[in-house]
């Protein structure tokens, strides 16, 4: 029997706002853009939630919804110093520790389990690390699988700590809304909610022959997952799949207004991929090439995937309102998204109007805390 834990930071990058200034601590942080253009919130602090406040809003919305909230610009270099140290943690218990992003890993630790020490305790002791090193707290799920785990660690946040005991996994899953099981995407549980099936537990009664008819070839599989079952190992390399469209213009172009109409169609490309595979992610990425050639990346990973039109662009759209300047000519804008969750496992789609060029590359990631 296996024991796994999913660790997941708590409102990672305003957590790690009000650690760091006094005058934040509890009061409504939102981490992200300008709400005075087409920012979007890439955190908001528990605070800030209970006005109904989330990732991927629109800035301007969140402070129609919360007027004193404290608005921060994000800082990617403390929030990959603190996440580098957590990671760490992580990693003087058990090297085999898979990580989704800067808040967020897989621990196999099986091996460190024994009569005298649960992975209850192992969790327990994981918290307290993080707590005494870092100052903040952390959520973690306990499972004999991933995909458990990883509901679990959602289940009681903040600093959360929830336990799915060998045996009892059907039973934890089952009154859960079917969009919650791994590779059931929004599509998908649109049409399983038209024939009645609005949880995991309405899905798992299904026999194995209709999961054939409706989902194929994975049809054992998700219907095994809906019971709980799940064998995919903890990996510490994790492949990368992503939807992409990019384009080369005809000219240079500086023109905001121009960029973001380009941007936008780009997203708008994107999402209609998405749409046909079931797919949501979590991680945006605008690339972009100057009139010289050079060539970078900047990417923002959201708490919740998305998958709409209007949400990518809006996120593509903050990236690039830090990007565009009066002298600065680009020469090829692409909108990208990947992190879809492991059960959606889908080759890397591409829609490029020109072959890449080899450059160098720089990768500027946020990662938002759950």
């Given at each position: 029997?296996?024991?796994?834990?999913?660790?997941?930071?708590?409102?990672?990058?305003?957590?790690?706002?009000?650690?760091?200034?006094?005058?934040?601590?509890?009061?409504?942080?939102l981490v992200g853009g300008s709400p005075s253009s087409r920012g979007v919130v890439a955190a908001a602090s528990y605070e800030a939630r209970k006005f109904g406040v989330y990732s991927a809003m629109p800035m301007s919305s969140a402070v129609r919804r919360c007027p004193d909230a404290i608005i921060v610009r994000p800082r990617f270099d403390r929030y990959r110093e603190i996440s580098h140290h957590i990671r760490g943690i992580f990693l003087r218990l058990t090297p085999l520790v898979e990580p989704l992003s800067l808040d967020e890993a897989y621990l196999d630790v099986t091996a460190l389990v024994t009569e005298d020490r649960t992975a209850e305790a192992i969790a327990k002791e994981i918290k307290l690390r993080v707590k005494m090193e870092v100052g903040l707290t952390i959520s973690v799920g306990v499972?004999?699988?991933?995909?458990?785990?990883?509901?679990?660690?959602?289940?009681?946040?903040?600093?959360?700590?929830?336990?799915?005991?060998?045996?009892?996994?059907?039973?934890?899953?089952?009154?859960?809304?079917?969009?919650?099981?791994?590779?059931?995407?929004?599509?998908?549980?649109?049409?399983?909610?038209?024939?009645?099936?609005?949880?995991?537990?309405?899905?798992?009664?299904?026999?194995?022959?209709?999961?054939?008819q409706h989902f194929g070839k994975?049809?054992?599989?998700?219907?095994?997952?809906?019971?709980?079952?799940?064998?995919?190992?903890?990996?510490?390399?994790?492949?990368?799949?992503?939807?992409?469209?990019?384009?080369?213009?005809?000219?240079?172009?500086?023109?905001?207004?121009?960029?973001?109409?380009?941007?936008?169609?780009?997203?708008?490309?994107?999402?209609?991929?998405?749409?046909?595979?079931?797919?949501?992610?979590?991680?945006?990425?605008?690339?972009?090439?100057?009139?010289?050639?050079?060539?970078?990346?900047?990417?923002?990973?959201?708490?919740?995937?998305?998958?709409?039109?209007?949400?990518?662009?809006?996120?593509?759209?903050?990236?690039?309102?830090?990007?565009?300047g009066p002298n600065r000519w680009f020469r090829l804008i692409g909108v990208g998204i990947s992190h879809f969750g492991e059960r959606q496992v889908t080759p890397q789609l591409s829609f490029f109007d020109s072959e890449d060029e080899k450059t160098d590359e720089q990768v500027d990631e946020l990662s938002i805390g759950q």
């Open positions: 029997m296996r024991h796994i834990l999913h660790a997941d930071m708590d409102a990672f990058y305003a957590a790690v706002e009000q650690h760091d200034n006094q005058e934040f601590r509890g009061k409504p942080v499972a004999t699988c991933k995909s458990v785990a990883k509901v679990a660690s959602d289940f009681d946040k903040p600093d959360g700590l929830t336990v799915v005991h060998p045996g009892t996994e059907a039973a934890f899953f089952a009154p859960m809304a079917v969009g919650k099981l791994w590779g059931i995407g929004p599509k998908t549980a649109g049409r399983l909610k038209l024939e009645g099936i609005h949880t995991i537990g309405q899905l798992a009664s299904k026999p194995e022959q209709w999961f054939i994975r049809g054992p599989e998700i219907r095994l997952m809906s019971m709980g079952e799940d064998n995919h190992p903890v990996c510490t390399e994790r492949e990368s799949k992503s939807v992409s469209a990019e384009t080369t213009l005809s000219e240079d172009l500086s023109d905001p207004e121009g960029l973001r109409g380009i941007v936008r169609q780009q997203s708008e490309r994107v999402a209609r991929h998405l749409e046909g595979s079931d797919l949501q992610g979590k991680t945006v990425t605008l690339k972009l090439r100057l009139s010289d050639f050079t060539t970078f990346t900047r990417q923002v990973t959201m708490s919740q995937p998305i998958s709409g039109a209007d949400q990518i662009d809006q996120v593509a759209q903050t990236i690039l309102e830090r990007e565009v």
